[in-house]
């Protein structure tokens, strides 16, 4: 079945260090994959998405590529910032007609100043 | 500013009572959804809406329900809550077409059942 794996937080960096929070995926297909942030209080909102194979999102400084050889859709940040600390989820829609999209389990970040 | 709109932001409730927890959109998006979110377990689908007076069941409906009588409100209902249902609920919305459409979501409701 559909299913998304990503690394197991929290993740602690220090402000302007590198980022980066693996994800991996397995699907049926060719699905699109997204990456959401919830930030302290409040809901899910996307951060970036790819909807086919190379494709590259980013947004805020935040980047994935949609990699099909190795099934992953890690994200980057070159510099983060305090107030990128949040819960980070990858997500995949596959490609089998419906609405469902499929959570992984979140990574949360804690940057320090 | 698109938005969707949770009735509660914390609920506590006894064990057996009748909760419900209504969800608002203002997008005219024709797809809703109920998630549960656990630590260590993501985002569940409980149910989903494509359409007024649809819905399917996703990943995890035992122990809930849901109506949809107009476009813009979604409402999930514990018909007898237990304490295995403390969780914290969320509610999205996106537009027709399924893929490549972001799910927009509400803030949550954070549900004590004691």
């Known amino acids: 079945g559909n299913s998304v794996t990503q690394m197991e937080g929290p993740v602690t960096l220090s402000e302007e260090a590198f980022l980066t929070i693996n994800c991996t995926y397995t699907a049926t297909g060719y699905p699109s994959l997204f990456w959401y942030v919830q930030y302290p209080g409040e809901g899910l909102q996307l951060l970036l998405k790819?909807?086919?194979?190379?494709d590259k999102g980013s947004n805020k400084g935040f980047e994935a590529t949609y990699r099909k050889e190795t099934t992953s859709f890690h994200l980057e940040k070159g510099s983060v910032q305090v107030s990128d600390s949040a819960v980070y989820f990858c997500?995949?829609?596959?490609?089998?007609?419906?609405?469902?999209?499929?959570f992984g389990a979140g990574t949360r970040l804690f940057v320090k100043a | 500013d698109v938005k969707v709109t949770q009735s509660s932001r914390y609920l506590v409730k006894r064990t057996g009572e009748k909760v419900f927890l209504e969800c608002v959109q203002d997008m005219d998006h024709e797809n809703m959804f109920w998630y549960r979110q656990d630590p260590g377990l993501g985002l569940r689908l409980i149910y989903f809406s494509y359409d007024v007076k649809m819905k399917e069941k996703g990943d995890i409906p035992e122990g809930y329900s849901v109506s949809r009588e107009k476009k813009e409100r979604f409402s999930l209902i514990l018909e007898s809550a237990s304490t295995n249902q403390t969780s914290m609920y969320l509610c999205?919305?996106?537009?027709?077409?399924?893929?490549?459409?972001?799910?927009?979501f509400g803030p949550g409701t954070r549900l004590t059942v004691t």
């Open positions: 997500a995949l829609e596959a490609d089998t007609g419906g609405f469902k999209t499929i």
């Open positions: 999205a919305s996106s537009p027709r077409g399924g893929r490549f459409y972001e799910q927009y």
């Open positions: 790819a909807t086919k194979a190379d």
